[in-house]
């Protein structure tokens, strides 16, 4: 098969496996509302933390974070062997992360994509991963917003890209989901300001 349907193939199958609704999966194993019906109406891990099931949002999590590293963790260790340039590497990681955010599964209404970029991030770098979790862990742990961790991880996420590799083309491409996830929390960024947005736990929102 030429390098191209090679890569084209990647590419939808990274958009498939991002688009795999694990916040809905997790619900129907627990036996659980539909997250889309509550809190923040978010199929993510945050919002099923909201049924008040811890067992529940650490499944969705960890599918999410699981589906992001896988996709570009085999374009990574397979791709060479298929003659595949190393841009595709790139393209799986936009490829798998957009498929969450806009899910043919969900008639492409997904979730924010935090935890798929925090998957993605740490099959390309584990180093650029690790320091962008802290910076969300940090962020969370201290004042109690998932959204606001988000946004300051997901602003931190291109430097430490930068300081990492220099001008890389890899660089772009965490900038691009960067922008991604900050303009998915563009309505919890209005609500922060407004002092009406949710802590983590909480079950309003």
């Known amino acids: 098969m030429p390098p191209l349907l090679i890569t084209l193939a990647a590419i939808l199958a990274a958009y498939l496996l991002g688009s795999i609704p694990f916040a809905l999966v997790a619900s129907r194993v627990f036996g659980l509302a ?4 509550y809190g923040s109406k978010n199929p993510g891990a945050t919002n099923v933390l909201r049924s008040g099931h811890k067992g529940a949002a650490i499944f ?3 599918g999410d974070v699981a589906k992001g590293w896988l ?6 260790r397979y791709g060479p062997e298929y003659g595949l340039a190393s841009a595709t ?3 799986v990681a936009l490829a798998v992360f957009f498929g969450h ?10 979730g924010k994509g935090v935890a798929t ?7 390309i770098d584990p180093w650029l991963g690790l320091a962008t979790l802290a910076t969300w862990l940090f962020i969370a742990l201290v004042l109690r917003y998932s959204s606001l961790a988000a ?8 430097v430490y890209a930068f300081m990492l590799w220099g001008n890389n083309g890899m660089v772009v491409t965490v900038g691009i989901i960067a922008m991604a996830l ?5 309505p919890n960024l209005q609500r922060l300001m407004a002092g009406s947005e949710p802590k983590i736990g909480s079950r309003k929102g």
């Open 34 to 37: 539909d997250p889309r019906s």
């Open 60 to 62: 969705t999590l960890i």
């Open 71 to 76: 996709a570009v963790f085999l374009a990574s």
């Open 89 to 91: 590497v790139g393209l």
């Open 101 to 110: 955010l806009y899910p043919v599964f969900l008639a492409f209404k997904g």
């Open 117 to 123: 970029a925090a998957g993605v991030l740490l099959a």
């Open 151 to 158: 946004l300051v991880a997901a602003t931190a996420a291109p």
């Open 182 to 186: 900050v303009g998915k929390h563009w």
